[in-house]
């Protein structure tokens, strides 16, 4: 298979990847990440996706570059990494005891082949109590995570009681659909 790169600073992507034994390298595609004006929820992590691999096309010539996005939607909101634990702890509150979804969008390019595609998985959140959310919070610090928090982690442990779709993609990246997507198309 050809060079990979990954564009992407998610940590968990890295370790997604990883999982798969994909070689690849890490090149940061450093974005805007402001949703255009009237943009539907569920179509913005493919648009972000793309984005990505534009931004870092120049330093990918002849190498397969992946490219993702998550965003959590609640109803029509989309819950973004919190700006601070009085966020965190807000959108978290807003979960409990509710069904939202994952989105994910990827973008695999190879030079002018292109393959992007969307994966969404629904996550049903326990009631949570205030306790739980600030302990989950303070201790766990999920700043850097699209709706406050990871499915990895203590809170998806002991606050999740069930998710219809891909595991893996509310850890930010579906990486059966892209494993799929580079054996039959790159």
């Not at 931004?55 to 990918?60: E, S």
């Not at 973004?80 to 969008?105: C, E, F, I, Y």
């Not at 082949?113 to 326990?126: A, D, P």
């Not at 739980?132 to 406050?148: C, L, M, R, T, W």
Request: aromatic share 6%; proline share 4%; with cysteine.
């Amino acid at each position: 298979m050809n060079k990979i790169i990954l564009a992407s600073q998610s940590p968990r992507r890295k370790q997604l990847m990883e999982m798969a034994e994909l070689q690849f390298e890490v090149i940061i595609a450093d974005v805007d990440e402001t949703p255009p004006v009237g943009m539907p929820g569920k179509e913005l992590p493919v648009y972000l996706a793309k984005k990505k691999a534009d931004a870092i096309a120049h330093k990918a010539v002849g190498a397969i570059v992946i490219a993702a996005d998550t965003v959590v939607l609640l109803d029509d909101d989309i819950l973004n990494k919190p700006t601070d634990a009085a966020n965190a702890v807000d959108m978290l509150s807003r979960l409990s005891g509710r069904m939202h979804t994952v989105v994910t969008g990827v973008c695999i390019r190879k030079d002018d082949k292109e393959q992007s595609f969307s994966i969404t998985t629904e996550v049903y959140f326990r009631k949570l109590s205030t306790a739980q959310i600030e302990h989950y919070v303070s201790n766990y610090k999920p700043f850097d995570k699209a709706g406050a928090y990871a499915i990895q982690e203590w809170i998806g442990v002991t606050g999740i009681e069930q998710i219809n779709g891909d595991y893996y993609n509310v850890m930010g990246l579906p990486i059966g659909s892209v494993l799929e997507v580079l054996e039959r198309e790159f």
